[in-house]
């Protein structure tokens, strides 16, 4: 398995362990509900650094970005941050990722552990088209950089701290700055977030990874910072409504099917993989949808289990599922057949062969701070 650099901290620390993406990844410190109730309440610090880099640039990068793209990297400006999804050609979705503009000729991507070989080969052949090669103007940093999340309602005040010559509260969301940060020059501060509690990215090289570890703690002590394992951050993530990767999305599941339109721009003339079935399903509707539930009844939804009506025939199935430590009560997602996606709509989640009552809500279960 692969480690991060801050893996030694997480070992020294009494982390529980697991293979993530190939990567031997912290799941939890204190507990799930502790982890999740500090990111919420005052700070805590994801080790991230498993997630893709992919360096896009020259005088075509916004070509193939537009290209390869839901979204519509044109509308972007220096220091601004995209969500974006790659069409895979057959309706699916190779990976959602985030597009960083450095400039009109540089590009940064940050794509999923789990994704960044398929990612990096769906680029370089679609780069072909725009002359863009690998190791040139597509380069995969993915194993030189180090990223921590600082995520909560005190983690900018906390990072502030580490960043004399920015002015942190000045960066709007979706964006960031490249700064110094912990003396380290040329880092990127960005506030994008998977958690709807507030808080940035910090992004170094591997060899700066220690320095930015001990004195990123040193400036939250007082703050009461925490280490959060990859446990919470699913269960944080789950209450946004935000997707996850394959357990949401994946090479089957269309961005309009998932409720990402917002991230599909059709209009204009761009040419984009998968533009006329994605236009299509925006203009007559699809089949099934990315829906939130919570239950009604006692129980804890589980990925894989499968979704009724209320007769007991099934309409769709759970992608993902938790018992909510914010609410206290079972929240999930799923798709279902777009008769039963309407809020309010009665539902159940089967679970070990019984139905669990449930009904369709608007996400996200908790409101974003």
């Given at each position: 398995m692969k480690t991060t650099p801050f893996t030694p901290y997480h070992i020294r620390n009494g982390a529980r362990m697991a293979e993530f993406a190939s990567y031997d990844m912290p799941i939890e410190f204190t507990g799930i509900n502790d982890e999740h109730t500090a990111v919420r309440a005052r700070a805590?610090?994801?080790?991230?650094?498993?997630?893709?880099?992919?360096w896009v640039k020259g005088p075509r990068a916004l070509d193939l970005l537009r290209y390869v793209g839901s979204n519509d990297a044109a509308s972007l400006y220096d220091g601004k941050i995209q969500y974006s999804c790659l069409p895979n050609g057959r309706g699916g979705i190779v990976d959602d990722i985030l597009v960083y503009r450095i400039d009109a000729e540089t590009y940064l991507l940050v794509v999923n552990a789990a994704n960044v070989e398929k990612d990096w080969n769906h680029l370089v052949a679609a780069g072909e088209r725009f002359g863009l090669r690998p190791g040139r103007e597509l380069y995969n940093a993915s194993d030189e950089i180090a990223q921590l999340a600082v995520q909560g309602p005190l983690a900018m005040r906390i990072v502030q701290r580490l960043c004399p010559a920015a002015d942190l509260g000045k960066l709007a969301y979706y964006t960031f700055v490249k700064t110094e940060v912990a003396g380290i020059a040329d880092a990127?501060?960005?506030?994008?977030?998977y958690t709807g509690a507030g808080g940035c990215e910090i992004y170094v090289a591997n060899e700066d990874a220690p320095r930015l570890w001990e004195a990123l703690w040193q400036a939250g002590e007082?703050?009461?910072l925490q280490n959060i394992g990859l446990?919470?951050?699913d269960?944080?993530?789950?209450?946004m409504g935000y997707c996850l990767y394959g357990n949401d999305i994946d090479d089957t599941t269309?961005?309009?099917?998932a409720g990402l339109g917002w991230i599909t721009k059709t209009g204009g003339d761009r040419d984009f993989i998968d533009r006329p079935l994605l236009e299509r399903q925006k203009r007559e509707g699809v089949s099934r949808r990315l829906v939130g539930f919570e239950l009604t009844e006692r129980g804890v939804p589980r990925h894989g289990y499968r979704l009724s009506d209320a007769e007991g025939r099934a309409i769709g199935s759970v992608t993902s599922g938790t018992m909510s430590p914010t609410l206290k009560k079972?929240?999930?997602m799923g798709y279902v057949e777009t008769a039963y996606a309407e809020p309010g709509t009665p539902i159940a989640v089967v679970i070990r062969e019984k139905p669990v009552a449930a009904r369709i809500v608007k996400l996200p279960f908790i409101p974003n701070r």
């Open positions: 805590g610090v994801f080790d991230v650094s498993h997630m893709g880099e992919i990127i501060v960005s506030v994008t977030g007082r703050d009461g446990g919470a951050r269960t944080l993530r789950l209450e269309s961005p309009v099917e079972g929240i999930g």
